[in-house]
């Protein structure tokens, strides 16, 4: 199983009153995001981070990274200086980029940190995945009704944990024509 996700923010108290998220401290949050991923993926799934997974330092990085299950790749954000930083063990992922194409049964999703107006294949049925804006799942039915394929994977949209890639096709598959 493929998933996506964005904008964890793990260790970040300001985030949670920023958003609005339903936690009292980052300890909190940290723990009902690392237990609602573990619920969700399987130690053989993939999992696309499409940025922001912390802001916090290589060595905590790490030690979230070591709790979370799957084959993990990242999609820069703005806030994942952590990744290049030379003490972290980049081998925790699968590989690091700021864009990438993913083709799966014959369609193609562009991972993205940041939301795009156009993209590759816009006009050909390809769907745009990314995160940043911190959006509620109002966001994604709204591009729906406007027949965009664009699609906020962050867990601020999507009851903070990862979205399966079948979810996301049937959901875009949704928009006629």
Do not use: C
């Not at 199983?1 to 958003?19: C, E, P, V, W």
């Not at 009704?145 to 979810?167: F, Q, T």
């Amino acid at each position: 199983m493929i998933y996506f996700t964005s904008d964890l923010h793990f260790g970040h108290k300001n985030i949670i009153s920023h958003t609005g998220r339903p936690f009292s401290a980052a300890e909190e949050m940290d723990e009902a995001l690392i237990r609602n991923w573990n619920r969700t993926v399987q130690p053989n799934d993939e999992v696309y981070i499409l940025g922001d997974l912390t802001m916090k330092g290589p060595d905590f990085a790490a030690g979230i990274l070591s709790q979370l299950k799957g084959r993990k790749y990242l999609i820069r954000g703005n806030h994942d200086r952590f990744a290049d930083n030379r003490e972290f063990d980049q081998g925790l992922f699968q590989w690091i980029r700021d864009y990438y194409e993913l083709n799966w049964q014959n369609r193609k999703f562009i991972l993205f940190h940041y939301p795009i107006e156009e993209w590759n294949g816009y006009f050909k049925g390809s769907i745009d995945l990314h995160g940043h804006q911190h959006n509620k799942e109002e966001y994604n039915f709204s591009n729906l009704e406007k027949r965009i394929r664009r699609y906020d994977v962050g867990v601020d949209a999507n009851r903070m944990k990862p979205v399966s890639i079948e979810e996301i096709a049937a959901f875009a598959d949704m928009i006629s024509g």
